[in-house]
């Protein structure tokens, strides 16, 4: 069975430490739903994470 190489992603803004759940290869710039601030920059492919990452959730 192959491994997926994407995944969904628990990440904590550096600014207001909101808990927010974003996708590792993104489309488009994601920001924090409290603050604003940019927690995915997408790169065609994987995306630039911005934030700490708390936690790889499974499928």
């Known amino acids: 069975m192959p491994k ?3 995944n969904f992603l628990k ?3 550096g600014d ?3 808990h927010q759940i974003i996708f590792d290869h993104a489309a488009s710039t994601v920001k924090c ?3 604003g601030k ?3 920059e997408p790169k065609g ?3 630039k994470i911005c934030a700490q990452i708390v936690e790889v ?3």
């Open 57 to 59: 959730l499974d499928h």
């Open 16 to 18: 207001c430490e909101n």
């Open 33 to 35: 739903v409290i603050c």
């Open 4 to 6: 997926q190489q994407s």
């Open 38 to 40: 940019t927690l995915v």
């Open 11 to 13: 990440v904590k803004c």
């Open 45 to 47: 492919g994987r995306s």
